[in-house]
């Protein structure tokens, strides 16, 4: 089954304590998105990766990194979470130049206290 | 960059009638427009979308229409039912090169049996 997948779906986690998200796609995918989403602000990109160590920065990238090693893998890092990021964030992923209708992970709930 | 303002932020109608949702955006390089449907706790999904080579697109009830002048394109949903309840989200990308997109702040539409 063609799908993007998240991990943790939940979490709650303390201020300063390095976590990673996994988001991970197996439909071959070139391009890939982070996204958080937070109530009356809609969807905003953190980080976005058009192919293997391709990566740029979205729109509010401040506080989190990104690898893309492999093609199917993306995994949003957060060094040091602070209670600001407490948000749902989505992974996201389409075929790339000329195909960029994206596919949605199921979303991930993070905390931070 | 982009910025995309989506109008109304909430929408109610009853059951049959017809559902519109307005988006505008200011930068010209944009040339791709999606619309997703968020259920209540779960992903976006993509429902339609439109490029700036098309004015109008339509799929069974949902069609988009886009005016690319006036930089602004909006979502119709006709004969609306229960289950079109969600929240809607529009969003806008330059479409060929880049991986990179803006969205609207979202529209919770109500459909009243």
């Not at chain 2, 390089?29 to 209540?40: D, G, M, R």
């Not at chain 2, 090169?97 to 803006?102: E, K, V």
Request: charged share 20%; hydrophobic share 30%; aromatic share 12%.
């Amino acid at each position: 089954e063609a799908q993007v997948t998240q991990n943790p779906r939940y979490l709650i986690t303390v201020t300063g304590k390095k976590l990673t998200v996994t988001c991970s796609q197996n439909m071959n995918h070139e391009y890939m998105s982070w996204y958080r989403q937070d109530p009356g602000l809609g969807l905003r990109q953190i980080y976005y990766s058009m192919n293997v160590e391709v990566t740029d920065k979205g729109d509010v990238p401040e506080g989190y990194k990104v690898s893309r090693k492999e093609k199917r893998n993306f995994p949003l890092i957060l060094e040091s979470p602070s209670p600001n990021q407490t948000s749902l964030y989505f992974c996201a992923s389409s075929f790339g130049t000329g195909s960029i209708e994206q596919y949605f992970g199921p979303g991930t709930r993070l905390t931070v206290t | 960059g982009e910025n995309v303002e989506q109008h109304p932020s909430t929408l109610s109608v009853q059951e049959g009638d017809s559902a519109v949702i307005k988006c505008t955006y200011s930068d010209s390089a944009s040339n791709y427009f999606p619309w997703y449907k968020q259920e209540l706790g779960k992903r976006p999904q993509l429902i339609i979308d439109i490029r700036s080579n098309v004015g109008e697109k339509k799929d069974q009830r949902i069609a988009v229409t886009l005016n690319k002048t006036a930089k602004h394109f909006s979502l119709h949903i006709t004969e609306t039912q229960p289950e079109d309840s969600a929240v809607y989200f529009c969003a806008a990308s330059e479409g060929y090169t880049g991986n990179q997109f803006y969205f609207g702040t979202g529209t919770s539409l109500t459909v009243i049996p």
